[in-house]
C-alpha cells in the first residue's frame, strides 16, 4: 500500500456506476439469476418520490407472515435442489448460525461443484465473507465463485466493466487434508471459498484464501499477471491451461475463515471454527532443513501447539510436567529461540479453549521495530484476542470482553478487527472534524468501572450526507417484499430499545463532555486532570489502536491504558419492519465484516453482507484537549440515498467489496511511496452479480465530504 497520509483533506466520492450482472454475462431474461430483485413492474420509481421523503412509523407497516416465509423457502429449496445454494443456513436457533453445519441434498463434491456452473454464469457461494479483491499493484479484479476464483482485468477506468468471461481462473485443488474435513457451511461440497484477501508479503503480493474444508492457499499476484500476459501473447489462441501455481497450500483442520499477513515478519495467520488461529511461520535463512524430534517429516511446516493457559502442549497434546523444572524450562526456552531463528517453517497452532468460539477476522499486532509480535482475534461472541506466538510461558492469551452491557446474551455478535497504527490518523483542528458531531452535546459520554471511558457518537448517523437510516423497501412502500421469520431476535427490528449501554444511569454533564465542549475553569482543570493519566502505558507494543466491528456497530478502542475509545452504533442500520428479512435470506444478514484499511487515505472501508458499506475516516485532534486522543468519523455509506432511490442498489447480500488505487504503473516499488493525491476505486458485488462502482479520494482543501 502507498504511505500514510500527512495531511487533512476533504473525502470525494464520485458518482455511482452500475453494471449489472445480466448484462456482463448476456443473461437473457427468460433466465431468473438467483437473488435478483427487480422492482415490481408497476412498482414506483424515483419520479414518485420527493428526495427527502421518510415514513416514520416503520411499526405500522405490515408483513404477511405465512406467505413470505413459505415463498423464501420455496425460493431456497428451489436453488438446492438445483445444486445452487447450500440451503437455509439460518436453523430455529438463531444464536448458532456460524456454528451450524448446514445439510443439504445428499451429493459428491464433484456433482456438487458441476451444478454450480451448469447454468452458464457463475453461481456465488452464500454466507460468507469478503470475497472480491482489486490487486494494488495491477490491473486485476479477483473474486471466489465456489471454489474458483475469477481473475479479470477491469476493461474501462470509469466504470470498472468486466468482460463477459474472465481472462483466467483459478482452481486450486483440496489437500489431502482437506478431504476428510467436513464444510461448515455447505458438507456435500466443502471445498468453497470464505474469505479472501490481497496483502503484501515481505517485497510481493499475494491472494490468500480460505476454504469451508479447511484449506488456506495463497497465490503472487506477480505469477497471476504474468500468466494473463502470457495469455494477451498467445497468438494461435489455444487454451494449453494455466501455469499458475499456489506458493503456499496448508490445511488448518476445519473450517478456515481470518485471514491476516504481516508484511516485514513474512508470516501467515488463519483462524479456523476450531476456535483456534494457526500461525505460519516461514524460514528466512535458507539453511536446510533439519529433522527435530515430534515434527511430522511429511509437513513442509514443523508443529507445535499453544493452548489456552498458554502452555506448550506435546504430540500427544500434554503439557511439561513439572513446568518448573529445569529440564522443562530449557525445554521450552530451547523451543523459542528455534522459532526466532527463522532458519525452519513452523505452523503454530493456539487455542481459545472452552470459553472461546469461531474466529471469524484476525489482524496482526507490531513491535516497536516493526516486527510481527501478536494476532489480534475477534470472536463472535465479541471477545477481541491477544495472543502472543513467540512466547510459551503459561501466560493465557489476553481476552478483551465486548462492550455491550445492555443486549441479548452473546448479541451482537463480533465479526471484524483492525490494527491501526498512529500514523493511519489524520490531523484535525476541531471537534467536528474528529467525530463528525457538531457539539459535544450530541454525543453521550460513558465512565463506567467494568468498561472504561467512552464517547458514544452514534448520533453522527444524521450528520452523514445523502443517507437514509428508513430501508429502500419502506420508503418505496414496498414493505410486502420482505419475508418475516419469527425466530430473529428482537434487536431486528433496529428501534433503539436496546442501547449498548444504559445512560439513564450516566448523569451529564460529565467531565469529559466539560473537557469537549471547552468549559471555563476550574471544571475544565478538574477535566484534564482525571482524564488525562500521567503515565498511561499503550496496550498494543508500537502504540497501535484496535477497532472491533460487530452487526452494525463500529468501535474504536483506546490504544493506552486509561484513555477513551470511541463507538458508533446503528452505523448501517436501516429501520425495517420486526423480525423482518430478505426472501431469499431467511435470516440475520447485518455483519460488518469486510473491513479494508487504506492507510493512504486515513480510511476504513467497512462492508456489510447486507449490502452496504461505510467509509470511515480515522482522526485524531492536532491539539490534545480532548477527552479522546483518537477518533473517527463516518464520512458515507455506500450505496447513498440517491443511489437506493434510483434502484441502483440490489436489495440482496453484498458478495464482496474491494478498493485499489486507480491503475497507472504496476510497479509495486511505486505502491510502497507517499504519492500525494492518488484516486482510488471501490467496487461493491453483489450476490446477483451486479457491480457498483466509485472514485473516492483525498483533497487538501476541506475536511467534509463532497460528493461529486
Known amino acids: 500500500m502507498a504511505g500514510d497520509a500527512s495531511s487533512e483533506g476533504e473525502l470525494e ?9 445480466r448484462k456482463r454475462h448476456c443473461i437473457p431474461k427468460s433466465i ?8 415490481p413492474v408497476d412498482g414506483p420509481t424515483i419520479d414518485d418520490y420527493p428526495p427527502d421523503v421518510i415514513f416514520s412509523n416503520v411499526a405500522e407497516f405490515e408483513v404477511p407472515v405465512v406467505d413470505m416465509l413459505a415463498e423464501a423457502q420455496a425460493q431456497n429449496a428451489a436453488l438446492v435442489a438445483a445444486g445452487l445454494a447450500p440451503g437455509d443456513p439460518m436453523p430455529d436457533e ?25 447454468m452458464g454464469y457463475p453461481q456465488v457461494a452464500v454466507w460468507r465473507l469478503n470475497l472480491t479483491a482489486l490487486s494494488q499493484v495491477y490491473n486485476m479484479y479477483m473474486v471466489a465463485y465456489a471454489d474458483r476464483i475469477y481473475v479479470s482485468r477491469p476493461r474501462s477506468c470509469i466504470n470498472n466493466a468486466l468482460p463477459a468471461e474472465p481472462d483466467l481462473i483459478l482452481q486450486p485443488a483440496q489437500s489431502e487434508a482437506a478431504k476428510s474435513v467436513s464444510g461448515d457451511i455447505y458438507g456435500a461440497f466443502p471445498h468453497q471459498v470464505n474469505h479472501l484477501i490481497v496483502a503484501d508479503f515481505g517485497h510481493e503480493e499475494i491472494l490468500l484464501l480460505a476454504y469451508d474444508d479447511g484449506d488456506a492457499i495463497g497465490y503472487y499476484t506477480r505469477h497471476i499477471e504474468n500468466e494473463l500476459k502470457r495469455r494477451d501473447n498467445d497468438t494461435d489462441g489455444l487454451d494449453n491451461g494455466t501455469t499458475v501455481k499456489p ?19 513474512r508470516i501467515i495467520a488463519v483462524s479456523s471454527n476450531l476456535h483456534a488461529v494457526c500461525v505460519f511461520v516461514f524460514a528466512l535463512t535458507g539453511k ?10 511429511v509437513e513442509f511446516f514443523r508443529n507445535v501447539t499453544k493452548d489456552y493457559k498458554g502452555r506448550y502442549l506435546d504430540k500427544d497434546r500434554q503439557p511439561l510436567r513439572p513446568h518448573w523444572a529445569e529440564e522443562n524450562l530449557k525445554r521450552i526456552a530451547g523451543l523459542e529461540r528455534a522459532i526466532q531463528r527463522r532458519d525452519a517453517n513452523w505452523r503454530i497452532h493456539m487455542e481459545t479453549g ?45 481476552k478483551i470482553d465486548r462492550l455491550h452491557q445492555n443486549q441479548l446474551p452473546y448479541r451482537p455478535r463480533a465479526w471484524g478487527v483492525l490494527v491501526l497504527p498512529e500514523s493511519s490518523f489524520l490531523p484535525t483542528k476541531n471537534y467536528q472534524d474528529s467525530v463528525g458531531l457538531a457539539k459535544a452535546e450530541e454525543a453521550h459520554y460513558v465512565d463506567n468501572p467494568s468498561i472504561g471511558r467512552w464517547v458514544d457518537i452514534s448520533q453522527g448517523v444524521h450528520h452523514i450526507p445523502n443517507n437514509s437510516v428508513i430501508h429502500p423497501w419502506v420508503r418505496f412502500g414496498e414493505t410486502n417484499r420482505f419475508g418475516r421469520n419469527p425466530n430473529l431476535p428482537p434487536r431486528q427490528a433496529y428501534h433503539h430499545k436496546n442501547p449498548w449501554f444504559d445512560f439513564k444511569k450516566t448523569k451529564l454533564p460529565t467531565p469529559a463532555c466539560d473537557m469537549d465542549e471547552g468549559v471555563a475553569s476550574p471544571r475544565r482543570k478538574s477535566a484534564l486532570s482525571k482524564y488525562r493519566p500521567p503515565s498511561a502505558q499503550p496496550i498494543l507494543y508500537d502504540g497501535s489502536s484496535i477497532m472491533r466491528t460487530y452487526e452494525v456497530d463500529v468501535e474504536l ?8 475509545g470511541i463507538i458508533f452504533e446503528n452505523v448501517i442500520a436501516q429501520d425495517r419492519p420486526a423480525q423482518t428479512t430478505l426472501p431469499t435470506v431467511g435470516g440475520l444478514f447485518e455483519r460488518l465484516a469486510n473491513l479494508i484499511h487504506v492507510p493512504e487515505l486515513s480510511l476504513v472501508v467497512a462492508g456489510s453482507l447486507c449490502g452496504r458499506v461505510a467509509l470511515i475516516t480515522l482522526t485524531r485532534p492536532k491539539e490534545q484537549k480532548y477527552s479522546f486522543k483518537r477518533a473517527f468519523k463516518v464520512e ?38 507517499p504519492s500525494g493525491r492518488r484516486r482510488y476505486r471501490i467496487m461493491l458485488h453483489y450476490y446477483d452479480l451486479r457491480i457498483l462502482s466509485y472514485e473516492i479520494s483525498r483533497s487538501s482543501a476541506t475536511d467534509h465530504l463532497s460528493i461529486i
Open 13 to 21: 466520492v464520485s458518482k455511482c456506476q452500475c453494471e449489472t450482472g
Open 32 to 39: 431468473q439469476i438467483p437473488f435478483e430483485s427487480d422492482p
Open 94 to 118: 438463531w444464536d448458532d448460525e456460524f456454528d451450524v453445519e448446514v445439510e443439504s441434498v445428499p451429493s459428491d463434491d464433484e456433482d456438487s461443484a458441476q451444478t454450480f456452473y451448469e
Open 247 to 265: 506458493f503456499f497450500h496448508e490445511n488448518v483442520g476445519r473450517s478456515a475463515w481470518g485471514l491476516a499477513v504481516h508484511k516485514e515478519s
Open 288 to 297: 536446510p532443513y533439519q529433522h527435530i524430534p515430534e515434527a511430522d517429516t
Open 354 to 398: 472452552p470459553v472461546g468460539t469461531n474466529i471469524p477476522n484476525i489482524a496482526f499486532s507490531t513491535d516497536e521495530e516493526g516486527e510481527a509480535d501478536q494476532v489480534v482475534a475477534v470472536d463472535i461472541h465479541g471477545a477481541i484476542w491477544l495472543m502472543d506466538f513467540w512466547k510459551f510461558n503459561r501466560k493465557p492469551p489476553t
Open 557 to 564: 478502542r483506546s490504544h493506552e491504558d486509561g484513555g477513551c
Open 636 to 673: 458515507a455509506i455506500l450505496p447513498t440515498k440517491q443511489d437506493e432511490n434510483r434502484r441502483l442498489r440490489p436489495i440482496c447480500p453484498l458478495l464482496g467489496v474491494a478498493v485499489s488505487p486507480i491503475p497507472s504503473s504496476g510497479n509495486i516499488e511505486l505502491a510502497d511511496r
